[in-house]
C-alpha cells in the first residue's frame, strides 16, 4: 500500500503579487524553492491564512533572492499582496516508509526570508478542550 504523506511546506509566507492575466500557477523565489525541496511544475496545495482560501496549483522559478510569492491566473482572485499563506507539498511511499518518513518544514518571516527549516509539525494544544 501506497500513503499520500506531505513532503513540505513554506508556512507563513506573504503573498508580494497578484497578476490575474498571467497564465496561472505559484510563482516561489528560486531559493525557497530549493529550501522546501520544490521543482518546476511541481503540484502544490495552496491555503491563505487571512481568508481561509484553499486551492491546488503548480509552482514556477521566481528570481533567485527577490522573496517574490505571486498568484497567478485565476488564483490571483483567491488572496491579496500580505496575505499570509501555507504552500504544502505532498509524495506518495510505501507504508513502512511512511511511518518514518520526516518532512521538512520552511518557516519565512514578513519579508519571507527563511527563519528556520525543521523536519516536523508539533501540535498546537493551547487551549484548553471542552466536552
Same mark, same amino acid.
Given at each position: 500500500?501506497?500513503?499520500?504523506?506531505?513532503? &513540505?511546506?513554506?508556512?507563513?509566507?506573504?503573498?508580494?503579487?497578484?497578476?490575474?492575466?498571467?497564465?496561472? *500557477?505559484?510563482?516561489?523565489?528560486?531559493?525557497?524553492?530549493?529550501?522546501? +525541496?520544490?521543482?518546476?511544475?511541481?503540484?502544490?496545495?495552496?491555503?491563505?491564512?487571512?481568508?481561509?482560501?484553499?486551492?491546488?496549483?503548480?509552482?514556477?522559478?521566481?528570481?533567485?533572492? &527577490?522573496r517574490d510569492i505571486c =498568484?497567478?491566473?485565476?488564483?490571483?482572485?483567491?488572496? $491579496?499582496? +500580505?496575505?499570509?499563506?501555507?504552500?504544502? *507539498?505532498?509524495?506518495?511511499?510505501?507504508? +513502512?516508509?511512511?511511518?518514518?518518513?520526516?518532512p521538512t518544514v520552511v =518557516?519565512?518571516?514578513?519579508?519571507? +526570508?527563511?527563519? &528556520?527549516?525543521?523536519? *516536523?509539525?508539533?501540535?498546537?494544544?493551547?487551549?484548553?478542550? $471542552?466536552?
Open positions: 500500500m501506497n500513503r499520500v504523506m506531505f513532503k &513540505s511546506k513554506i508556512h507563513r509566507a506573504r503573498i508580494t503579487q497578484a497578476d490575474l492575466y498571467y497564465e496561472g *500557477s505559484l510563482t516561489i523565489d528560486e531559493e525557497l524553492m530549493e529550501a522546501a +525541496d520544490l521543482i518546476a511544475y511541481e503540484k502544490v496545495s495552496v491555503v491563505n491564512i487571512n481568508n481561509g482560501e484553499r486551492f491546488e496549483t503548480y509552482v514556477i522559478p521566481g528570481t533567485r533572492g &527577490s =498568484l497567478n491566473g485565476a488564483a490571483a482572485r483567491k488572496g $491579496h499582496v +500580505d496575505d499570509e499563506i501555507i504552500i504544502i *507539498s505532498y509524495t506518495t511511499m510505501p507504508d +513502512d516508509e511512511a511511518r518514518t518518513y520526516q =518557516l519565512v518571516d514578513k519579508n519571507n +526570508d527563511p527563519v &528556520s527549516t525543521s523536519s *516536523s509539525v508539533e501540535a498546537y494544544t493551547h487551549l484548553p478542550r $471542552h466536552n
